[in-house]
């Protein structure tokens, strides 16, 4: 009994510490609550125009479509170069999805911040060419197209 | 001085024999001692077998291994991306995983690990056949199902198994591209 009363105060402040410890970290939490990173998309044709990537193109300073948006959006390709037979289409986007690049015929493939892959769409000269990308309306993007004669 | 004239006869004895040898680079024959009767062995060698019972293709985890397209379009997917394909070695008391994976680099000639990460040397560029509605690149790796067992030789050569077989499920240590017709 006498342990327990000579105890006693500082119990009480112990629990005191955890109480105003415990309210603390509760008001800390709502407030500073960290939000779940997100990796912007990055311009394919950083990686495009490095010599040192695999994606590296040659024909990368003369893209026929380098645009940056949000959700699904269609564009018409004005002048390709003569001779053009298919455009290579590099989609970055973010967050996580599925993106569906379409022109005339389609590739599609998941989003990730920088390109992951590559489809190249062979052109019809018989239909306009209008691209469309396909994201869920809250997913930003980067799509670059890069014509070839091959 | 009796000594000094043996030791430099001996000598020169073996540096002949050896010189011989060397010469007609025929196997020099063994001390008596090391001699077993044809067709007998040491006993006790130690050997592992492994035995495959399937081989199949495994995509590389991560949406990032796989691409889409119609027929016509040429596919292909960065060589910048690691990728890594898991596996499973389930071990014994007689078989540890570094003995296993030898036994199967001898055994069915492929270099493979338990996990398989990295980067590809190719991009599996590929042009989806146009009589395909849909076809589908992917990357990943092979992996080996079987088991390994540990033997023990004895000195009439015959293999006498040790303990329990361990089991094994693991990727090669390179990548293969596969073309899924996905119409």
Redesign the interface.
């Known amino acids: 009994m006498k342990i327990q009363r000579a105890h006693k105060p500082l119990m009480m402040a112990v629990l005191g510490v955890i109480g105003v410890t415990a309210l603390g970290g509760c008001s800390a939490s709502q407030t500073d609550r960290p939000t779940p990173s997100v990796s912007a998309a990055v311009d394919p044709l950083v990686q495009i125009k490095d010599p040192s990537n695999d994606l590296y193109t040659d024909a990368a300073n003369h893209p026929v479509l380098h645009v940056q948006g949000t959700g699904s959006r269609s564009y018409t390709l004005k002048s390709l170069p003569a001779g053009t037979t298919r455009v290579t289409f590099y989609v970055s986007c973010s967050p996580s999805s599925r993106f569906v690049v379409a022109m005339g015929k389609n590739f599609s493939g998941p989003c990730g911040h920088v390109v992951a892959n590559s489809g190249g769409i062979p052109v019809d000269a018989a239909t306009a060419p209008t691209v469309t990308i396909t994201l869920p309306k809250t997913t930003s993007f980067w799509l670059v197209g890069i014509p070839s004669t091959t | 001085m009796k000594k000094i004239i043996a030791t430099v006869v001996l000598t020169a004895a073996l540096l002949a024999g050896g010189g011989v040898a060397a010469n007609a680079d025929t196997p020099t024959a063994a001390a008596p001692a090391a001699v077993t009767p044809q067709g007998a062995c040491p006993g006790g060698v130690v050997r592992y077998k492994a035995s495959d019972s399937s081989k199949t293709f495994t995509q590389a985890s991560g949406?990032?291994s796989?691409?889409?397209?119609?027929?016509?379009?040429?596919?292909?997917?960065?060589?910048?991306?690691t990728f890594t394909v898991s596996g499973t070695f389930t071990s014994t008391t007689g078989v540890t995983v570094s003995a296993g994976l030898a036994a199967i680099k001898e055994d069915i000639g492929v270099s493979v690990g338990v996990s398989h990460s990295g980067t590809s040397t190719s991009?599996g560029s590929w042009?989806v056949p146009s009589n395909w509605s849909y076809g589908r690149l992917e990357i990943g790796s092979l992996k080996h199902r079987g088991t390994v067992q540990k033997y023990i030789e004895n000195t009439q050569c015959a293999l006498n198994a040790s303990g329990s077989a361990a089991i094994y499920n693991v990727p090669e240590t390179g990548w293969t591209f596969v073309h899924v017709n996905a119409s």
């Not at chain 2, 796989?66 to 991306?81: E, F, K, P, Y």
Request: glycine residues 16%.
């Open positions: 949406a990032n796989a691409v889409t397209g119609q027929g016509g379009v040429t596919l292909s997917i960065s060589r910048s991306t991009s042009t």
